[in-house]
Each structure stands twice: as structure tokens, then as C-alpha cells.
């Protein structure tokens, strides 16, 4: 017997019906396992640093004193104005050099190369930070580098000559930009692929060359996703801590324990048994982080509709 059109629509309707539930389930499901996952690992410990800044070790209430024995401690100066000076090599390098490869890479899509240099840009990501960092002491050191020849060439004839602190910064973002920026190469690519055909094709009719293209149609509507990309680097940067602890420890103390504020933090926490100033370093970062975050969001527009 056959199903006229009408009962088939009315069939599949209700169908997709009692389908459309528990779709939604699924999804308030994987949002489910995030949030308990960000309480857990996010939203109590930062409560309870925030708890341990403002009180003593009697869990007195004590204002702002542990902020303040912070900042007068005679390691806080140096190790903010090392962290910024990382934040500037670290977010300029980040910025030019990912859109940039990322703005190669795409164009070298249709060459069948694409696929090769993304798998090579993304390897060093897939190594843990202390993991990357014993590489690069390997690489620093002329006596044992595989490419000691060019650290000669360079002056460098021994490993303190290569880890001497006014060279810390560059180090650090050589570090930092060989472990993380394949994978955002890998995310501005895909940020790329987004972009409309017509409109690239468009350019390229009306006579743009690949700069013009980049500088007035790509790299525009990539905005947003850098911003994505300098906020999170941002708060990033300031947590620096595997680097320099590590390389401290194998040059004998060049980089110091308190190269950083999170060194600094650690420091107070576990050498002068001092949890609660530790806490109070950690909050400043904590809201140093959200303050430039808020920043760049309303002065980007990063949420306005596009």
C-alpha cells in the first residue's frame, strides 16, 4: 500500500521530533563534563589562592599586607620587568611570524605541500615543556650541539657565553615560539580556509598581488583570531616558570630562582614556607591576565557580530 506524501512529511516530522531532545541532551552533556572539569581544576583553586592572598597563616583577614610584603620583596622589580621584556620578544615574534607562516602556508596549499609543512611546524608542540627545554640546553651547549658550528660562528665558544643573562629573553622566546607556535599555525590556517574563495578571487581579478591580498583582505579577517591568539599567549607568558627553573638548575644558577613571578611565587611558597604571599603573587598574575584580556576583547570588538 502506498504512503501518500503528506503522511511520509508528517512521519518524518514527528521523527525528527523526538530526535531533536535528545540531540540537545548530547550537548548540554560534553558542556556538562567541561564545567565540572573547570570547577574542579579552575574555579576552586583559583578561590582558593584568592582565600590565602587576603589572610595569614591564623586564616586571618589581613587586607592587602601579603600584596604588599610582595611587591617590596627586592626580587618583585626584577622579575616583573623580566617577564615583560619576554612579553614583548615572545607576543612581537608570535604575532609577525605565525600570521606570516600561516599566510605561506596557505598559499602553498595547492603546491600539495601544505599538509608536510603543518605535520613539521606542529611536531615540536607535541613535546612536554620540560621536554623542549632539556632539547634546547642540548642545542645551547657548543661542547655537545649539533649545530655548535654556528654557535661559534656566533661567538659563543662555551654554554655560559650562550645562557648569559642579557640573552635570556631572546632565549626564552626562541623556546617558547618553537613549542607553540606550530599549533597556532595550524588554527590560522584553518582561520584562512574560512575565508570566502570569492572574495580572495576577487582581489587576484582586480590585479592584487599576494602583499595586498594579505594586507587588505586575509590578515583583516584573521582580526579576531589573533587577538584569540595574543590573549592567550599573553596569559601564558606570564606564567614563564619551566624555562628558567630548568635552565638555572643546569647553569649553575645563571638564570636565578627568581628569573620570574611564578619562580618568585614558588620560591615563597617552598623555600621561605610562606603560602600566603606566594598566593598574592599568584592573584596579581591572575588579574593582570584578565585585565589585558578585557582590554584587548573591547578594544578589538572581539565579540561584535560580523
Same mark, same amino acid.
Given at each position: 500500500?502506498?504512503?501518500?506524501?503528506?503522511?511520509?512529511?508528517?512521519?518524518?516530522?514527528?521523527?525528527?521530533?523526538?530526535? #531533536?531532545?535528545?540531540?540537545?541532551?548530547?550537548?548540554? @552533556?560534553? *558542556? %556538562?563534563? +567541561?564545567? =565540572?572539569?573547570?570547577? &574542579?581544576?579552575? $574555579?576552586?583553586?583559583?578561590?582558593?589562592?584568592?582565600?590565602?592572598?587576603?589572610?595569614?597563616?591564623?586564616?586571618?583577614?589581613?587586607?592587602?599586607?601579603?600584596?604588599?610584603?610582595?611587591? #617590596?620583596?627586592?626580587?618583585?622589580?626584577?622579575?616583573? @620587568?623580566? *617577564? %615583560?621584556? +619576554?612579553? =614583548?620578544?615572545?607576543? &612581537?615574534?608570535? $604575532?609577525?611570524?605565525?600570521?606570516?607562516?600561516?599566510?605561506?602556508?596557505?598559499?602553498?596549499?595547492?603546491?600539495?605541500?601544505?599538509?608536510?609543512?603543518?605535520?613539521?611546524?606542529?611536531?615540536?608542540?607535541?613535546?612536554?615543556?620540560?621536554?623542549?627545554?632539556? *632539547?634546547?640546553?642540548?642545542?645551547?651547549?657548543?661542547?655537545?650541539?649539533? $649545530?655548535?658550528?654556528?654557535?661559534?660562528?656566533?661567538?659563543?665558544?662555551?654554554?655560559?657565553?650562550?645562557?648569559?643573562?642579557?640573552?635570556?629573553?631572546?632565549?626564552?622566546?626562541?623556546?617558547?615560539?618553537?613549542?607553540?607556535?606550530?599549533?597556532?599555525?595550524? *588554527?590560522?590556517?584553518?582561520?584562512?580556509?574560512?575565508?570566502?574563495?570569492? $572574495?580572495?578571487?576577487?582581489?587576484?581579478?582586480?590585479?592584487?598581488?599576494?602583499?595586498?591580498?594579505?594586507?587588505?583582505?586575509?590578515?583583516?579577517?584573521?582580526?579576531?583570531?589573533?587577538?584569540?591568539?595574543?590573549?592567550?599567549?599573553?596569559?601564558?607568558?606570564?606564567?614563564?616558570?619551566?624555562?628558567?627553573?630548568?635552565?638555572?638548575?643546569?647553569?649553575?644558577?645563571?638564570?636565578?630562582?627568581?628569573?620570574?613571578?611564578?619562580?618568585?611565587?614558588?620560591?615563597?611558597?617552598?623555600?621561605?614556607?610562606?603560602?600566603?604571599?606566594?598566593?598574592?603573587?599568584?592573584?596579581?598574575?591572575?588579574?593582570?591576565?584578565?585585565?589585558?584580556?578585557?582590554?584587548?576583547?573591547?578594544?578589538?570588538?572581539?565579540?561584535?557580530?560580523?
Amino acid at each position: 500500500m502506498s504512503t501518500s506524501p503528506a503522511t511520509a512529511d508528517r512521519t518524518t516530522a514527528q521523527r525528527d521530533a523526538r530526535r #531533536a531532545p535528545w540531540s540537545g541532551r548530547a550537548g548540554y @552533556g560534553f *558542556v %556538562a563534563a +567541561y564545567v =565540572v572539569l573547570l570547577i &574542579a581544576f579552575g $574555579v576552586v583553586p583559583t578561590g582558593y589562592a584568592v582565600y590565602f592572598a587576603f589572610t595569614d597563616e591564623g586564616a586571618h583577614f589581613t587586607g592587602l599586607s601579603n600584596f604588599t610584603r610582595a611587591a #617590596a620583596d627586592f626580587r618583585f622589580g626584577p622579575a616583573v @620587568g623580566h *617577564v %615583560a621584556l +619576554y612579553l =614583548v620578544f615572545w607576543l &612581537a615574534a608570535l $604575532v609577525v611570524f605565525v600570521v606570516g607562516l600561516s599566510l605561506l602556508v596557505h598559499r602553498l596549499s595547492a603546491r600539495g605541500v601544505s599538509k608536510a609543512l603543518r605535520f613539521l611546524y606542529y611536531i615540536p608542540g607535541a613535546l612536554a615543556g620540560a621536554a623542549s627545554v632539556m *632539547v634546547w640546553l642540548f642545542l645551547l651547549d657548543p661542547s655537545v650541539s649539533p $649545530v655548535s658550528f654556528l654557535l661559534r660562528a656566533l661567538g659563543f665558544d662555551t654554554f655560559g657565553q650562550v645562557v648569559a643573562p642579557g640573552q635570556l629573553p631572546v632565549l626564552f622566546t626562541l623556546i617558547a615560539f618553537w613549542t607553540g607556535a606550530g599549533g597556532w599555525i595550524v *588554527v590560522m590556517h584553518g582561520a584562512l580556509n574560512n575565508i570566502p574563495h570569492e $572574495v580572495v578571487e576577487a582581489a587576484r581579478i582586480d590585479g592584487a598581488s599576494a602583499w595586498q591580498t594579505a594586507k587588505r583582505i586575509q590578515i583583516p579577517m584573521l582580526r579576531k583570531w589573533i587577538v584569540y591568539m595574543v590573549i592567550l599567549a599573553f596569559a601564558g607568558g606570564t606564567q614563564l616558570f619551566v624555562e628558567p627553573q630548568l635552565l638555572a638548575q643546569a647553569s649553575v644558577g645563571v638564570a636565578g630562582r627568581d628569573y620570574s613571578l611564578n619562580q618568585l611565587s614558588y620560591d615563597f611558597a617552598f623555600q621561605n614556607d610562606d603560602v600566603n604571599t606566594a598566593a598574592a603573587v599568584s592573584v596579581e598574575l591572575l588579574l593582570i591576565g584578565l585585565v589585558v584580556a578585557a582590554l584587548f576583547v573591547a578594544r578589538s570588538g572581539f565579540f561584535d557580530a560580523d
